[in-house]
């Protein structure tokens, strides 16, 4: 029987375990705040963000939403995460990306404290990760190893297939993946649009973490029997619905699931996590910040 891994179910827990958290914080007069900053009126980024606050507010996090017109100059953008940057209330900020073509993004990202971004992404803490010092974990990668983990999947000595080279997912997660730290020492082949024979490097692998963002691109003919499938891709593509579209993932689920030991659907597996995982930032950062130690787990 295939294990298929309800996200959903694995989030609950984090955001249970933060909880705890989140009462040591608030007896030190502390509550733990996110900003997120939207300069975008792409749909799925405006669905993004709302469910993000709303898993805030869910938990006991402050959510700030700040809206920027996506034709604004790139100064009014800069001119916000400043503000935010010098506001003691605000512990974490979050940037939606993409922002528009005339933003640099690079800017943006090192435009942010270091100590606030719970993305993980500016290159002061992509650097800690790197060197296997991580302070904040991006979000997806970080919300893929505690999946693995609630799963039971042994990473340590696993061979691990990650498909993708993004900043936001390929690059990190198989920076953890082989990390010489629980949850990583793995044998990690990052994959992506020129790797010659994908079929054949899936195929050899234990784990497989598709984060390429091209629907269905893998499927079970690409697989061996008991491989672990982490589906990270959440991909909208056009279907007879009331919306007019449907979500799938970067994986064929059906073909995977029979020959998969363990499987993330879509939607329900990564994606839950990813937000949970924000969640578990923004309490470190209040933690960091207000130099409180909230035992994170
Ligand atoms: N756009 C897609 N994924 C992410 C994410 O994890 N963080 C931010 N800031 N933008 C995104």
Redesign the pocket.
């Known amino acids: 029987m295939t294990d298929v891994i309800d996200g959903n179910a694995v989030a609950e827990s984090v955001r249970d375990d933060l909880g705890g958290c989140i009462d040591t914080l608030a007896a030190a007069g502390v509550t733990p705040t996110l900003a997120t900053v939207l300069m975008s009126d792409d749909p799925a ?1 405006e669905t ?1 963000v709302s469910m993000k606050q709303q898993d805030c507010e869910e938990v006991g996090i402050e959510a700030r939403d700040i809206e920027l017109d996506p034709d604004a100059p790139a100064d009014r953008l800069f001119e916000t995460i400043d503000d935010l940057n010098a506001d003691p209330d605000v512990n974490g900020i ?5 922002v528009p073509d005339h933003v640099d993004d690079r800017r943006v990202l090192r435009r942010i404290d270091p100590m606030k971004d719970v ?1 993980g ?1 500016h290159p002061e803490n992509v650097g800690r990760l790197v060197a296997g010092n991580a302070r904040y974990k ?3 990668p970080h919300g893929v190893q505690k999946v693995l983990a609630a799963a039971d999947v042994e990473t340590e000595g696993a061979d691990a297939v990650v498909v993708g080279r993004s900043d ?1 997912v390929g690059k990190p997660m198989a920076n953890l993946l082989f990390q010489k730290a629980e949850g990583g020492n793995a044998t990690v082949t990052v994959c992506h649009s020129r790797t010659a024979d994908l079929a054949a490097k899936t195929g050899a692998a234990d784990i497989v973490v598709a984060a390429a963002g091209v629907p269905e691109m893998i499927d079970g003919s690409m697989l061996s029997e008991g491989v672990t499938v982490i589906d990270v891709g959440i991909n909208r593509v056009e279907a007879d619905t009331e919306k007019g579209y449907e979500l799938v993932g970067d994986v064929d689920f059906e073909s995977a699931k029979a020959k998969a030991g363990a499987i993330t659907p879509v939607p329900g597996g990564v994606g839950p996590m ?1 937000r949970a995982m ?1 969640l578990y930032n923004t309490v470190k950062a209040a933690g960091l910040q207000a130099d409180v130690d909230v035992s994170l787990p």
């Open positions: 980024s993004y979050l940037v939606q990306m993409p993305d992404f991006p979000c997806t936001i990813t924000l």
